[in-house]
């Protein structure tokens, strides 16, 4: 699915190695664990018109010949997303 055309609100959230939201699986239908809701929860405080960004946690290495670099601009910036 490409988020440019569908998807819900967290289409609009952006990688950063030090995020300022973090995510939560919650259950609201059913406790069964593999149907989670998402929802994002801010991490610290944040003034209006700020980037919301959340850490993809992808493991680097985890998808064979593919390499994702980072540019999130962090000073903790990992450089790299896969």
Not at 48 to 56: I, K, N, Q
Request: hydrophobic content about 40%; overall charge neutral.
């Amino acid at each position: 699915m490409d988020a440019k055309l569908m998807g819900n609100l967290g289409r609009y959230l952006n990688h950063s190695c030090s995020p300022n939201v973090f995510v939560q699986n919650i259950f609201v239908d059913t406790h069964d664990l593999r149907f989670p809701w998402v929802a994002f929860f801010a991490g610290q405080y944040i003034r209006a018109g700020t980037e919301l960004t959340w850490d993809y946690n992808y493991e680097v290495g985890s998808v064979p010949d593919k390499v994702l670099y980072c540019y999130c601009g962090s000073a903790t910036c990992r450089g790299r997303l896969l």
